[in-house]
């Protein structure tokens, strides 16, 4: 698979406690089908009714144009608490295969991954938890598979507060 250095980040405030960050290759691959996400699969804003005030994060990008190395943030703006942090482990981002990391505020954090174990909080001590998909035909209940729902909460430090994180990729 080939490294794809020249990245596009684009944060999109979708309510005011919901926000998307579209990542994707600018220049020559930007117009590439494969990074484009299919319209029955994406995000379906108009159902929602909230209207845009003040957005409840704060989005931070860190990194050189070209450069392999990118760093994002997101802080909750009344607390200043940081909720995502990437400097822990650079994006790698490929034709076939994305890995990044973040550093999360507590260790608090429940779902992503298959739910092995006997309890449903996820076990952080430097462990990597990957995610494959393969997709199946319809089966025998007319329904098509492809496994996985990379979705995960995080309790973080101040006033009680927690946040979702869903990954969407094509």
């Known amino acids: ?6 990245l596009e980040f684009y944060p999109t405030a979708v309510t005011n406690t919901v926000f998307k960050i579209t990542i994707k290759p600018s220049g020559t691959l930007s117009n590439y089908e494969a990074y484009k996400m299919p319209s029955e699969y994406a995000f379906d804003e108009s159902k929602l009714t909230q209207t845009l ?5 704060v989005f931070e990008i860190d990194g050189r144009i070209g450069s392999a190395k990118h760093n994002w ?19 790698f981002f ?49 329904f098509t ?4 729902v990379p979705f995960y909460m995080a309790f973080e430090k101040e006033k009680g507060n927690c946040h ?3 990954f969407q990729n094509n």
């Not at 943030?73 to 994006?91: H, Q």
């Not at 992503?112 to 430097?126: H, I």
Request: aromatic share 12%; net charge negative; proline share 3%.
């Open 73 to 91: 943030f997101v802080r909750r703006r009344d607390t200043g608490e940081l909720i995502w942090d990437s400097t822990m482990a650079p994006l």
């Open 94 to 142: 490929e034709e076939q295969y994305i890995s990044f990391g973040t550093r999360l505020p507590t260790d608090h954090v429940y779902g992503l991954a298959e739910g092995r174990g006997r309890n449903l909080k996820l076990d952080l001590n430097y462990n990597r938890h990957t995610i494959f998909n393969r997709f199946r035909d319809q089966g025998e209940d007319g």
């Open 1 to 6: 698979s080939i490294p794809i250095n020249d």
């Open 53 to 57: 005030d003040e957005n409840a994060y």
């Open 164 to 166: 979702g994180v869903y």
């Open 145 to 148: 598979t492809t496994g996985s």
